[in-house]
């Protein structure tokens, strides 16, 4: 089959390309900007990657049409399409699918899936599951919407039926003895034996002519819902409207399948209220299924409320331990013993653009995290308190998401930001007052509406031995090497 991907080089699409190309499908694409560092990763491929969204892409003809949830039926300010290519296919009568639906047609069918849902710590809770299943010797597929770094790329379709099979019956003896895990869970997964694949899924709109969340398409057998609060305000009304969204989620999964959701989540609580068929398991509260005893880098994990294993890891935290959790739960369903799964965590190297480090100057550390919505910057900026101590973090931040961008989460960013010592913010593109907003912190806060002043401020608050935590969900203007230069230039090597 020739599939032809409109919007190639976002995250998803573009793990949708590189599993297509590998399952030996013929794969073109295109998009607007075609853009680092998907268009290296798809071109190393063998990937042909169209600049633009031109008509006359139409003479490709190929057998379908993916379309991306880039793509719209937008105008320009002149009346043309600002997406030409969609609305020739449309005039054409020619086939065209999501990206969601066409994974769910051509990728996952046949497979036992394990999705991962929630507002926060999908990529790295997805990773970590991945990994977790890959150590013991189950070679699972995946799609992550970021680049692990165990594996080095962001999906992959995996091993086959009996490959896992062979492997996951090694799975069940020797670690389960390691661990004292009882008999019951040291036993083979229920059910046909499937090939595993581990998808994020996201509750954001499939394509603009399927308003549906991206993961209704996935029918996990074991879904992970890790986190629900109030996002996407470009899409979603209400936090009610998510919670209707991640229900039907719930819908899909089987009598045979797991839900794994956080126990410390009354909005999860009110989902599953509105009726789930399957069998649960919770984590994270004292009274879960799973919980966790001891700091984030080191901590038991207690099932019905009883050890069996430890986790010791890179890792800080409460919300990691909390993902960490998740997956454990997750992987028990498929047969791998909390043991071996806290094993493999403890080899976890965590994914790129998650506490990354880019560089050191002077004892002055500059972090690259993904961490946009206040509730993921506070659980940011808090593992990284629990790592440093009493080390001064500067938190340098752009509100750059739509939801942030509408300004519907602005009071938020002062309770966000309480562990930091001080906060700099880049106002630039926003409709809302960021100084105002930030008012609060008093002077622990800056506003800036461009990089280069941002980093003029943060250069004159600087001091050796802080860390500097950059936090956004895009490229964010290259800041982190921006300030690693001035840092360099500053602090001259003697």
Not at 21 to 41: I, L, N
Not at 92 to 111: C, D, F, K, N, V
Not at 256 to 264: C, F, H, K, Q, T
């Amino acid at each position: 089959m020739h599939i032809h991907i409109l919007g190639i080089c976002g995250t998803f699409m573009g793990g949708v390309a590189a599993l297509a190309r590998e399952a030996g499908h013929t794969v073109t694409g295109c998009d607007a900007g075609v853009y680092p560092p998907m268009s290296d990763q798809l071109r190393a491929l063998g990937i042909d990657l169209i600049e633009g969204f031109g008509a006359d892409q139409l003479a490709l003809r190929p057998d379908m049409f993916v379309i991306g949830n880039v793509v719209s039926r937008a105008r320009l300010p002149d009346g043309t399409p600002k997406f030409p290519l969609m609305e020739a296919i449309l005039d054409a009568g020619a086939p065209y699918t999501s990206g969601p639906q066409w994974m769910s047609e051509h990728i996952l069918q046949g497979r036992h899936v394990l999705a991962v849902a929630g507002t926060h710590g999908k990529t790295t809770t997805t990773s970590m599951l991945a990994w977790v299943l890959e150590h013991a010797g189950l070679q699972p597929g995946f799609l992550v919407g970021g680049v692990p770094l165990n594996f080095g790329v962001s999906a992959r379709l995996g091993g086959n039926v009996s490959e896992g099979a062979a492997r996951s019956a090694q799975v069940k003896e020797e670690p389960a003895q390691r661990a004292g895990d009882t008999e019951q869970s040291a036993q083979p997964p229920r059910g046909p034996r499937q090939p595993l694949f581990v998808i994020e899924a996201d509750e954001y709109d499939t394509a603009f002519f399927d308003k549906r969340s991206k993961f209704v398409h996935y029918r996990p057998r074991t879904a992970v819902l890790n986190n629900l609060e109030f996002d996407h305000a470009d899409i979603f009304d209400s936090l009610a409207d998510i919670e209707r969204q991640f229900h039907h989620l719930v819908r899909t999964v089987p009598g045979s399948g797991r839900v794994v959701w956080n126990g410390l989540e009354e909005s999860l609580a009110r989902v599953l209220h509105q009726g789930c068929w399957s069998e649960q398991r919770s984590f994270g509260a004292a009274v879960s299924d799973f919980s966790a005893e001891g700091e984030p880098h080191d901590f038991a994990v207690l099932q019905a409320g009883r050890e069996v294993a430890r986790v010791r890891w890179g890792l800080g935290g409460v919300h990691n331990q909390l993902n960490a959790l998740a997956a454990i739960a997750a992987a028990e369903h498929v047969g791998v013993p909390p043991a071996l799964a806290a094993e493999a965590l403890g080899l976890f190297h965590n994914v790129k653009r998650r506490m990354e480090v880019r560089g050191t100057v002077n004892g002055i550390t500059v972090y690259d995290d993904f961490a946009h919505h206040p509730t993921a910057i506070r659980t940011t900026v808090d593992g990284l308190r629990r790592q440093v101590g009493a080390a001064r973090i500067l938190a340098v931040f752009e509100p750059r998401s739509n939801t942030m961008k509408l300004g519907t989460m602005k009071s938020q960013l002062p309770w966000s930001l309480e562990q930091a010592d001080l906060a700099f913010c880049h106002s630039g593109g926003l409709g809302w007052d960021a100084a105002e907003a930030l008012a609060p912190m008093g002077a622990r806060a800056q506003v800036a509406g461009d990089i280069g002043t941002l980093v003029d401020q943060v250069m004159a608050a600087v001091r050796p031995g802080d860390r500097l935590l950059c936090m956004s969900n895009g490229g964010f203007g290259g800041v982190h090497q921006k300030l690693l230069d001035a840092l360099a230039l500053r602090f001259p090597e003697h």
